[in-house]
């Protein structure tokens, strides 16, 4: 059990960690979409920047709940303790990996993170973890697919 010094301390950590995760993202994510923005004409870096980091910021207060609920539950049961590694880990990978110039998703980090803590108290949630897996292996392919298959479409139309 833990003492109340010790639950501050975690507690703490907690935050800390929730906000190094998203400094990450910040540092990691943006860049990536910008990049695709500028590439493709469409924005100047500083305005992208700005655009992208109010999107991220709104979407996050409105659509993340889900996915928090998610990774926080359906994955594996865990404590706070369990907790606490996995964001830290997220953090510090996708730091380096930001650091390093490689592109990550930092969902996918901390995911692989839950799945660790899954295999290591032995309580993974198949089902989500499947889930989670099909989304992954598909999400590319039928992106690719739907994209060539409006390229198609515009090209016949004449546009």
Same mark, same amino acid.
């Given at each position: &059990?833990?003492?109340?010094?010790?639950?501050?301390?975690?507690?703490?950590?907690?935050?800390?960690?929730?906000?190094?995760?998203?400094?990450? @993202? $910040?540092?990691?994510?943006?860049?990536? #979409?910008? $990049?695709?923005?500028?590439?493709?004409?469409?924005?100047?870096?500083?305005?992208? &920047? !700005?655009?992208?980091? &109010?999107?991220?910021? +709104?979407? $996050?207060?409105?659509?993340?709940?889900?996915v928090a609920?998610?990774?926080?539950?359906?994955?594996?049961? &865990?404590?706070?303790?369990?907790?606490?590694?996995?964001?830290?880990?997220?953090?510090?990978?996708?730091?380096?990996?930001?650091?390093?110039?490689?592109?990550?998703?930092?969902?996918?980090?901390? +995911?692989? !993170?839950?799945? $660790? #803590?899954?295999?290591?108290? @032995?309580?993974?949630?198949?089902?989500?973890?499947a889930?989670?897996?099909?989304?992954?292996?598909?999400?590319?392919?039928?992106?690719?697919?739907?994209?060539?298959?409006?390229?198609?479409?515009?090209?016949? #139309?004449?546009?």
């Amino acid at each position: &059990m833990l003492t109340m010094s010790a639950y501050k301390a975690l507690r703490t950590g907690l935050f800390a960690t929730g906000g190094l995760i998203s400094f990450a @993202r $910040g540092l990691n994510d943006t860049p990536k #979409i910008v $990049g695709m923005l500028v590439a493709a004409g469409a924005l100047a870096v500083a305005p992208g &920047m !700005a655009l992208v980091a &109010m999107f991220m910021l +709104v979407g $996050g207060f409105l659509l993340s709940r889900r996915v928090a609920k998610t990774m926080a539950e359906n994955i594996t049961a &865990m404590d706070a303790e369990q907790g606490l590694v996995a964001s830290l880990v997220t953090a510090i990978l996708v730091i380096l990996a930001s650091y390093a110039g490689l592109p990550v998703s930092t969902t996918h980090v901390s +995911v692989g !993170a839950l799945f $660790g #803590i899954a295999m290591a108290n @032995r309580t993974a949630k198949l089902r989500t973890v499947a889930t989670i897996l099909v989304a992954w292996v598909t999400t590319l392919p039928l992106a690719a697919s739907i994209a060539a298959g409006l390229y198609v479409g515009i090209k016949a #139309i004449g546009l």
